[in-house]
């Protein structure tokens, strides 16, 4: 078939033209779904939380992220009574054993708030900043040993060097004792401080709650621990 010049294409013929514009098009096509499978992709994957995403948010944000996933399965498996129940205590106490513990312990108030939010119907808010606050109390302190000297607890209150209150939100805190005994040697030194303190704790918590008491070496590694209301050994 004769060919037409054509003032851009030269002697292109129409046939030609027509299937060179054809195969342009196809191969566009071809590039453009690429290029849009690999955008949804990576929209995809970013829309995601990733394990380096979570690991590299602020240590609450992990920790209340952690509290929260616990709490939508508690709601879920026991409904509003469970709620009530974890709300009411229940959170805290699970704090001390829940796990990863590497990540409730980065702020376990921060876990509590998000396993208390977690057991309602509620969309979560997580914390803007650390929740967990310490208090060294020294008045405690006194007041037990003077206590422990005049009842047969001196030499359980030898191994005490710093009473400390853990505030895991406005209206909830734990005590920590911590101590000069280790759990390889002292095990049995830490439970009978653990028992006599409770047994000195008298209850008197003004407007905020004591739940834990937690017994610790000179490194923070939690030796044992004790209910302060029931007084029965935890672990």
């Given at each position: 078939?004769?060919?037409?010049?054509?003032?851009?294409?030269?002697?292109?013929?129409?046939?030609?033209?027509?299937?060179?514009?054809?195969?342009?098009?196809?191969?566009?096509?071809?590039?453009?779904?690429?290029?849009?499978?690999?955008?949804?992709?990576?929209?995809?994957?970013?829309?995601?939380?990733?394990?380096?995403?979570?690991?590299?948010?602020?240590?609450?944000?992990?920790?209340?992220?952690s509290g929260f996933?616990?709490?939508?399965?508690?709601?879920?498996?026991?409904?509003?009574?469970?709620?009530?129940?974890?709300?009411?205590?229940?959170?805290?106490?699970?704090?001390?054993?829940?796990?990863?513990?590497?990540?409730?312990?980065?702020?376990?108030?921060?876990?509590?708030?998000?396993?208390?939010?977690?057991?309602?119907?509620?969309?979560?808010?997580?914390?803007?900043?650390?929740?967990?606050?310490?208090?060294?109390?020294?008045?405690?302190?006194?007041?037990?040993?003077?206590?422990?000297?005049?009842?047969?607890?001196?030499?359980?209150?030898?191994?005490?060097?710093?009473?400390?209150?853990?505030?895991?939100?406005?209206?909830?805190?734990?005590?920590?004792?911590?101590?000069?005994?280790?759990?390889?040697?002292?095990?049995?030194?830490?439970?009978?401080?653990?028992?006599?303190?409770?047994?000195?704790?008298?209850?008197?918590?003004?407007?905020?709650?004591?739940?834990?008491?937690?017994?610790?070496?000179?490194?923070?590694?939690?030796?044992?621990?004790?209910?302060?209301?029931?007084?029965?050994?935890?672990s």
């Open positions: 078939m004769a060919t037409t010049p054509h003032p851009f294409l030269g002697s292109v013929g129409r046939a030609g033209f027509i299937g060179s514009v054809g195969r342009a098009r196809a191969l566009g096509l071809v590039v453009g779904a690429c290029l849009a499978a690999s955008a949804c992709g990576s929209t995809g994957d970013s829309a995601r939380p990733s394990a380096a995403t979570s690991v590299s948010a602020p240590g609450h944000r992990q920790a209340y992220d996933a616990v709490g939508r399965r508690l709601f879920e498996d026991g409904g509003k009574g469970g709620a009530v129940r974890e709300v009411n205590g229940g959170c805290v106490h699970r704090s001390l054993t829940a796990k990863p513990a590497s990540v409730v312990d980065l702020d376990r108030g921060a876990w509590v708030l998000g396993c208390k939010q977690g057991t309602g119907t509620s969309a979560p808010h997580p914390p803007s900043g650390p929740v967990t606050r310490r208090e060294p109390d020294a008045d405690l302190l006194h007041r037990f040993g003077s206590w422990a000297r005049e009842n047969e607890a001196a030499d359980s209150a030898r191994h005490l060097t710093r009473v400390t209150l853990v505030h895991l939100d406005a209206g909830e805190y734990d005590v920590e004792l911590t101590t000069t005994c280790t759990a390889r040697a002292d095990g049995a030194g830490a439970r009978r401080l653990a028992r006599d303190f409770v047994l000195w704790w008298d209850g008197d918590d003004g407007t905020e709650t004591a739940w834990n008491l937690l017994v610790t070496d000179t490194e923070g590694q939690r030796l044992t621990t004790r209910g302060l209301h029931s007084r029965k050994e935890s």
